[in-house]
């Protein structure tokens, strides 16, 4: 495994660098071993042996190790792959044998946290059930991994979480793994009937400009803001984009650990979570009241939000700003991956009928 990148921050003191717990080039070579170890694990899971036990080495590397409550949770979801397993068998397919490799893209220390940013690559042998399978099939997943510093001095693997879109992989369990220290307000899904109750938005007196976050988006749509980096290879751009529009508008950044979805914020070099991070980005702004659930899709109006959970099962996976209203009460929505400008909510309810709406007033 290579680590791309090592981002640490800049002008830190020696006495600095002691204080928060900084981790050093082999430490960073463990964070991904031990990335390496739960990926193949789950790939096992998924082998046509009647054994339960873990072939991957052992969740641990140096100084670096899973934490119990995340051992449990992992417990969980190699549980939930041997079911996934005999849900194929039932269905004509099953694998014989598996080559799970995985590569270090970027590392983030800051304050005793680590965020490392891995891509899995898998590779599956088909069993030949019905005689006509192909070879093989195969995959590139990616995945950010938190860790934690213990008072020990050393490190603990708190939580993994895949960030790419669309279907999930073969290997990756439907339960959540990712560790949360406390319930995150998840938000009141909307309903998308037409027509809605009036709730009209207040444009003047406020500390936020919505004209100026809707400008912003519908200049950026297509091409983007040299000033920000892209995520569309790493899970989509969507949330960074509304981030992006409504600091233009006004929002302030609270700096913080990166992980922590308290805090919001973008900088050279990295960002929260909850700036790119659709679920996180939910909990940032419900938990400090930078906007409420409205109860109706066709309520939101210019500098509104709107979040899809396209499998139902509570994770969000889009982000989208309202840029433009109709005189009838029809928001319009602008968004990135894949770049739209100004499509009607009733569009995309009509391609996506079975998705849950998460609306929000700025």
């Not at 490190?155 to 979480?161: D, M, P, R, S, V």
């Not at 751009?237 to 992980?259: E, H, M, R």
């Not at 210019?302 to 840029?323: A, P, R």
């Amino acid at each position: 495994m290579t680590v791309t990148t090592v981002l640490l921050p800049s002008g830190a003191s020696a006495s600095q660098t002691k204080q928060t717990k900084q981790a050093d080039g082999k430490t960073v070579e463990s964070f991904g071993r031990v990335a390496d170890a739960v990926l193949k694990d789950r790939t096992a899971a998924l082998l046509d042996t009647k054994s339960t036990r873990r072939i991957a080495p052992p969740l641990r590397d140096g100084n670096v190790s899973v934490s119990s409550s995340l051992a449990r949770t992992e417990d969980g979801a190699l549980s939930s792959l041997r079911t996934r397993k005999a849900r194929l068998a039932s269905l004509g397919e099953a694998y014989t044998a598996a080559d799970t490799q995985v590569s270090v893209d970027r590392t983030q220390v800051k304050n005793g946290r680590a965020t490392v940013e891995v891509t899995e690559t898998t590779t599956l042998a088909y069993k030949k059930i019905r005689g006509d399978e192909p070879t093989t099939t195969g995959f590139k997943a990616h995945h950010e991994l938190s860790f934690s510093s213990t008072s020990k001095g050393k490190w603990e693997l708190t939580g993994i979480k895949p960030t790419d879109a669309g279907p999930r992989a073969v290997n990756e369990p439907r339960t959540a793994v990712a560790a949360t220290p406390e319930v995150a307000p998840n938000g009141t899904p909307a309903d998308i009937s037409w027509p809605a109750p009036a709730k009209p938005k207040k444009f003047t007196g406020t500390a936020y400009n919505y004209k100026a976050m809707a400008a912003y988006a519908e200049k950026y749509w297509r091409n983007y803001n040299p000033d920000y980096r892209q995520f569309n290879d790493a899970g989509g751009d969507c949330t960074n984009f509304i981030s992006q529009s409504l600091k233009a508008g006004g929002w302030k950044t609270v700096p913080g650990a990166y992980s922590d979805y308290h805090n919001w914020s973008y900088g050279s070099s990295g960002q929260t979570d909850s700036w790119v991070g659709a679920n996180e980005w939910a909990w940032f702004t419900l938990s400090s009241k930078r906007a409420t659930n409205l109860a109706n899709v066709y309520q939101l109006d210019v500098g509104d939000i709107l979040q899809m959970d396209f499998e139902g099962d509570g994770s969000k996976d889009h982000s989208m700003i309202v840029t433009y209203r109709s005189r009838i009460g029809v928001p319009y929505l602008t968004y990135h991956s894949t770049n739209t400008y100004r499509k009607s909510v009733a569009s995309i309810i009509a391609s996506n009928p079975d998705a849950v709406y998460y609306a929000y007033r700025t």
